[in-house]
């Protein structure tokens, strides 16, 4: 890290960037670390390929992130944030659009560790955590905005604080960051509190169609494409769904249909034991991890639901 | 707290309490402390006027705590934890029932401090948080399981430390304890991923009759009591479903209204900014905080909704 902080000092403008559909610890980040660039006077801006979720948008400067699909500028380094390759950010810039280095900052194993610097701790509980090192070691004074984006940040990542990922550690920077005045009910209300009242008429239709297997360890919700239709509103308002079925008591594999052409759906996984949904969902052309993962599949819901529940039955019994 | 702690050292046998209807903050507080005794080679017994509620279940030596309406033997010191006045325990004991003394050990503002020794500090995150400082001042070495009940009291009453009372010493507080190897995944699948199919069928119910005012201020629930007959379950299933009219970005009061009898409506308010709604349960003969309160009002579903939203929405307007 010591290098990377050495390189850093001594260049002047900064892109930064994350990967597709950013999360709260990927945007928390990317802010966090523009605005320590921007506190040692230098130039940072920060250019992803999707564009910030509303439910983030109340995070300082957020309004200052830029969406766009080719960098065209040349800055003097490049920072991959919370992101395990150039293709994971959409290969919206390359080699072109840095003079100096690229440095990739992130906390995932999968991290293919190519850059000229790479901090790449998978023991960290989020890329914010190891962002708050970066800043100290750069002699950035915190203040309550920059630690508004570092916890959001650690609190995505670690589910709230609920994950295994919840170390000492995490615990320890949540605590030295809570001194700079910030709130959590605020940041909470914001992540949390935001839903929309049409999100949950669709939750209430899809809890209508949740469904368990006789042994109790297979529950899968159903959303069709008229419930989208019937309550006004888009496949990112079910973001989570999933968890009303993975939260059941006796549940192994949660899993969720949903309608996406007319005959095609998409499945999401999510296991909380041993079961490892990746290779299940790899069976059928996607992927993922052990805990979570998805892929599409032609066919009309009827037909998909019997052939991935069929072939969850048998790994589920043996648990 | 020296003195109690003193007090503590010299005494031999000691009868530990809670409120009516205990929450994970009571229980873990109960625990650790019993067990902290229990490593000084002292005599602690639990018992409370309701049952450890099932998700609770999984903490260490929860089946020793006793449910009873009154004690009948004598200790030499009777703690009553996380709880304001004897009324809130369920006069379960009396100055009969303890030859030394009474400890007070709460975090509540409203706590009514007339033990012989007040540990009462509305500053703490939880009753946990002091219990930690107690075992501490006992010089008693916390363990994986002591911390468990400690980690899982904090974690209760921030809301997973997500509510203003989420402290930097309460996260200083939760990294120590996690260093004893304790597993916050494992606490959280047991306190939030323990849901029954039928609970969620009943939400889904619950949410196909979410309404909402024309302002977008005010949004509330019914539950009639057919409900639980069509899903098997009982009003403990139930339990924070209000949370889902209150997370609606806009809503300010959010109301759930619960059948209880041929004419008889419990209501449960919550709100989010600056609306009292304990002035609001009050009018209709009820109580709570400014933030969580509730009624029991005569007449139809109809008529009881009529009558509290129509006296939120002045109040509510102008916001």
């Given at each position: 890290m010591k290098k990377a902080v050495e390189a850093i000092k001594i260049s002047e403008s900064f892109l930064i960037t994350t990967h597709r559909n950013p999360d709260g610890d990927a945007i928390g980040s990317e802010l966090a670390l523009a605005m320590a660039l921007w506190k040692m006077g230098k130039t940072a801006t920060i250019k992803n390929l999707h564009s910030v979720p509303e439910k983030l948008m109340f995070l300082p400067n957020a309004n200052k992130i830029h969406q766009t699909c080719k960098v065209n500028d040349c800055y003097d380094i490049a920072v991959l944030i919370?992101?395990?390759?150039l293709e994971r950010c959409g290969n919206i810039f390359s080699s072109e659009n840095y003079k100096t280095a690229l440095i990739n900052i992130d906390h995932h194993i999968s991290n293919q560790n190519g850059s000229d610097y790479d901090i790449v701790d998978c023991c960290s509980s989020s890329t914010a955590e190891m962002v708050y090192w970066i800043i100290k070691e750069l002699d950035v004074e915190i203040d309550k905005e920059i630690s508004t984006c570092l916890f959001t940040g650690i609190f995505s990542d670690t589910g709230g604080f609920r994950y295994s990922n919840s170390t000492p550690i995490a615990f320890e920077i949540a605590s030295k960051l809570m001194s700079y005045n910030i709130d959590p009910w605020e940041i909470s209300l914001n992540l949390y509190e935001s839903k929309s009242f049409q999100s949950q008429k669709l939750l209430g239709l899809v809890l209508n169609n949740l469904e368990i297997s006789n042994d109790n360890k297979i529950s899968w919700l159903t959303l069709t494409k008229d419930f989208f239709k019937k309550t006004g509103t888009t496949p990112s308002d079910a973001e989570g769904f999933i968890n009303f079925a993975r939260e059941i008591k006796s549940v192994e594999v949660a899993l969720m249909f949903r309608e996406i052409g007319e005959s095609r759906v998409k499945v999401s996984f999510r296991s909380k034991g041993s079961i490892n949904v990746a290779e299940i969902a790899k069976y059928f052309g996607g992927g993922g991890h052990k805990n979570a993962a998805g892929c599409v599949m032609n066919g009309s819901l009827k037909e998909v639901q019997d052939m991935v529940i069929g072939s969850i039955k048998i790994p589920v019994s043996e648990v």
């Open positions: 919370d992101c395990e390759n």
